[in-house]
């Protein structure tokens, strides 16, 4: 009996001396690959940035919100670091996101999520590019740690807009001049496109993004007969 009393005492004194916490516990968050952030391009029309986009296929296929290119008419389009003119494929009003194609392909894309998509409480990450606001000018992409609240949020659709099917995601952190507009929001999970950002609410101490997600991306290419690339 003493033995099992001394036995007890000496497991508790060592859980004490390390305790197991919760932190301890829950596995380390994961990365996303330097790969998918890269398929992030700047977005400039008319010479100035309005955006951010995502490339999703090997020839160059750009997603976006529509709200990057409104009023384009007439105006070059320019996608990534090096200016390379775009052409605008197709706008979907209905979900206020808009297809771009580059001149040339770029050497980065990412790929979309697969059905059913993200679930509640994924982690995710942010990424966009930012003005610093700095003079001379600097824009940079940049990204933060985000976290999805709905992955399918039912908002009010009218005639003119189709909501039935949105992506909420709380952003855990914040970015400087952050570009709203067709930034990315990342799985961590699956380390893919979980959708494009067309909007953002901001509520006391947490912005919410507002955003159409990967399903809704794979239907416009679809409706234009543009191939998903396979999965790895």
Known sequence: ??????????????????PVTADARRPPEPTLPQAAAE??????????ITGSGI???PQGHVITSSGTILGYQGRP?????????????AVDDRHQIALLVAARPLPRWARL??????ARNDPARIVAYADMSSEPSMVERRSCSARV???HFHGDSSDSLDLNDLLIADMTGEIEGFEQEGAAIFSLRTGRLAGVVIGRLRTTGLAR??????????????SRRIAVPPAD
């Open 55 to 57: 490339v999703i296929t």
């Open 209 to 222: 993004l507002i955003a159409m997600p990967a399903s809704t991306v794979g239907a416009l290419l679809d």
């Open 39 to 48: 398929a992030v391009v700047r977005i400039d029309v008319g010479g100035r």
């Open 77 to 89: 389009i320019t996608v990534g670091e090096a200016r390379i003119p775009a052409t605008v494929v």
């Open 149 to 151: 609240d709905d992955p």
């Open 113 to 118: 999520d697969a059905a059913p998509g993200s």
């Open 1 to 18: 009996m003493h033995r099992i009393v001394y036995a007890l005492f000496v497991f508790f004194a060592v859980c004490c001396a390390n």
